[in-house]
């Protein structure tokens, strides 16, 4: 079944410790993202990769990193997390790298608690 | 700054109604144009999209209308049915490396 995994689903941490989101895709799609959704704000990107080793800033990567070291990975790290960080997290993917076409594939979603 | 919004937070129909969520987009550089549908507890799932050389598309069940001249995007949902209970997304892309996403429109579906 073609799909966006991500993981965990839900996870509360605390101020400062380090964490990973993962992020995987079977479809062979060259175009990952990394969205945040909060209340009265939409889905907002993050980071962007149009392929393995091409990584771009979206409209908030404050306090977010990404790696593309594969095409089928692209997990969001944050490395000091801090409670404005506290939000749902999506991944997608595109068989495109232009995004004026084509249509995004969205994973579960993330929801990251940070105390 | 560039924004995307919606007529109506919440939209409440009526079991085998039609259905219209709307949109107001602001850049008027965007010239694609999606529709999603996210259930609850699920991510965002594309339902239709358009370019903006047409006026209007097409899909099952669903139409989606874009008038250029206000800046303004509707979705169309036919027979509105239960499992159409869910949030609706306009997005429009001004670049092809940008998409931006509205707020969202609730859609309620009752017996």
């Known amino acids: 079944e073609a799909q966006v995994t991500q993981n965990p689903r839900y996870l509360i941490t605390v101020t400062g410790k380090k964490l990973t989101v993962t992020c995987s895709q079977n479809m062979n799609h060259e175009y990952m993202s990394w969205y945040r959704q909060d209340p009265g704000l939409g889905l907002r990107q993050i980071y962007y990769s149009m392929n393995v080793e091409v990584t771009d800033k979206g409209d908030v990567p404050e306090g977010y990193k990404v790696s593309r070291k594969e095409k089928r990975n692209f997990p969001l790290i944050l490395e000091s997390p801090s409670p404005n960080q506290t939000s749902l997290y999506f991944c997608a993917s595109s068989p495109s790298p232009d995004r004026g076409s084509g249509e995004l594939f969205f994973g579960e979603g993330s929801r990251l608690t940070v105390l | ?111």
């Open chain 2, 1 to 111: 700054g560039e924004s995307v919004g919606l007529h109506l937070p919440t939209l409440s129909v009526q079991e085998g109604d039609n259905s219209i969520i709307n949109c107001a987009y602001s850049n008027s550089a965007s010239d694609y144009f999606i529709w999603y549908k996210q259930e609850s507890g699920k991510g965002p799932q594309f339902i239709i999209d358009i370019r903006s050389n047409m006026d209007k598309r097409q899909g099952q069940r669903v139409t989606v209308l874009l008038n250029k001249t206000v800046k303004h995007l509707s979705l169309q949902i036919a027979a509105t049915q239960p499992g159409d209970s869910a949030v609706y997304f306009c997005a429009e892309s001004p670049s092809t490396d940008k998409l931006i996403f509205g707020t969202g429109t609730r859609l309620q579906v009752f017996p």
